[in-house]
């Protein structure tokens, strides 16, 4: 099993299982529903651990949840912390809807401000940290490997990231260092004890202390979005390597997600949540086209790319429907996959499969086998699909709204098609 390793920048071959393979990926900010693009590191996260589990690996998969920053701050002055508690519960849920079952650990940041602070002490010890009218910095210039990972040195442009979180420029002894520890400010309605005073934990240091509290000093993968390779990742190396702790052995950064060719975010507004995503198109849907895309890959969002993902879908559900076949070979899949988790071509060798049990077995895999349960719908459900079918013969659109919207409360989502009855009825999942 090969994986490209931004560090490198080059496959690595995994240790032959059962490994172990302990995973760290950068969960989600928590002050908004999680959005499309924030889903595409835990759709793959959770693949990998699947595809390994199968090939005999012992894997473990961290995935935090930052509950503590300056973006909660500014999305709910004075109640960040109710705001950054129902955002988590929203994370899980939409997250769920994926229906890929969860990380095996979740930690939220807020749960361990004390190993931070511990962290952080040994930093200030060793002379890699300095207090700082009440923060703390990582002096970047006690770390001789700062950049490798990212190829960047922070000297061009200063090392925050200023949506994530805002420093204290005059207090820094170098632009490059960043915050370790932020002293608490007026209308923060967050605060923990520490040797430096009341404060917070940077955003950086929470990954190290999360990361290494539930996988050890070294571990194999660490994985998250392309765009928290510098600053983020370049600093939790920094964080734990000071500390003479090994850290990640691999690194895993998945491309970003492109709506109408532009980047995702909440600052270009142009935003579609995971949960809208689900309402709308199914999780089956969803997952088909997270496959088309190689995780390393930018992908693109549009009506166009998800209708292709449902017709993709409905594919692999009529192999189910027909008599089946026979032939196919596994082994072109495996390798696929084994070979830096290529799931397009997987995807593409599972395209030819009619062997039913082989494609059942595949789809398992990506959390589809969902896809080769064609039930048939009741007879009422079939009665108000035809209904619906002909007051849109009739162009009488508000009835067959009304009629797709009772459908969908019974469980169904009516597709319309060029084939005969004119419809196809899908259980919601
Ligand atoms: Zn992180």
């Known amino acids: 099993m090969r994986l490209y390793d931004t560090a490198t920048r080059q496959l690595q071959e995994l240790p032959p299982p059962p490994g172990p393979v302990r ?38 998969l961290v995935e935090n949840i930052t509950d503590v920053n300056d973006k909660i701050y500014s999305a709910a002055p004075g109640a960040s912390a109710q705001l950054a508690a129902d955002a988590s519960a929203w994370y899980v849920d939409d997250t769920g809807g994926l229906g890929l079952g969860r990380p095996d650990v979740e930690p939220k940041a807020t749960e361990r401000i004390p190993g931070m602070v511990a962290m952080i002490e040994q930093l200030v010890a060793s002379g890699n940290a300095y207090p700082a009218g009440g923060d703390v910095y990582f002096r970047v210039s006690s770390f001789a490997d700062y950049g490798k990972l990212s190829g960047r040195h922070g000297d061009e442009e200063a090392t925050r990231n200023p949506s994530e979180e805002a420093e204290e420029a005059a207090l820094k002894e170098d632009p490059r260092d960043f915050a370790l520890w932020k002293g608490h400010k007026q209308g923060e309605d967050t605060s923990w004890e520490s040797p430096w005073g009341r404060g917070r934990p940077g955003w950086h240091i929470e990954c190290s202390a999360m990361a290494e509290a539930h996988l050890g000093p070294v571990f194999e993968i660490h994985g998250g979005g392309l765009d928290l390779v510098f600053p983020h990742h370049e600093n939790e190396v920094a964080q734990s390597r000071a500390l003479g702790h090994e850290f990640a052995q691999l690194w895993m950064h998945n491309g970003m997600l ?25 999780r089956e849907t969803l997952l088909v086209y997270f496959l088309g895309g190689h995780w390393r890959k930018p992908i693109d969002y549009s009506d166009e790319v998800l209708e292709q993902a449902a017709a993709q879908a409905e594919g692999f559900r009529n192999v189910f429907r027909a008599d ?106």
Request: proline residues 4%; aromatic residues 10%; hydrophobic residues 45%.
């Open 23 to 60: 995973m760290y990926f950068c969960g989600p900010t928590v002050y908004q529903r999680i959005h499309i693009g924030n889903a595409r590191p835990f759709v793959i996260s959770l693949w990998l651990k699947r595809w390994l589990e199968r090939s005999g690996y012992d894997v473990k």
């Open 258 to 282: 492109r709506l109408a060719g532009e980047k995702m975010s909440k600052s270009l507004g142009n935003i579609v949540s995971l949960r809208d995503a689900i309402e709308r198109w199914g």
């Open 324 to 429: 089946g076949g026979e032939g196919g070979d596994w082994d072109a899949f495996a390798s696929a996959l084994d070979d830096d988790f290529n799931t397009p071509g997987a995807l593409a060798v599972m395209h030819g499969w009619r062997d039913r049990d082989l494609l059942r077995r595949g789809l398992e895999v990506f959390g589809l086998e969902s896809l080769a349960e064609v039930a048939a719908a009741p007879a009422k459900i079939e009665a108000l699909a035809q209904a619906r079918l002909a007051a849109r013969a009739r162009q009488d659109f508000a009835t067959s709204d009304r009629l797709r919207d009772e459908i969908a409360a019974a469980g169904w989502n009516v597709r319309d098609v060029d084939t005969e009855p004119g419809f196809q009825l899908v259980p919601k999942r």
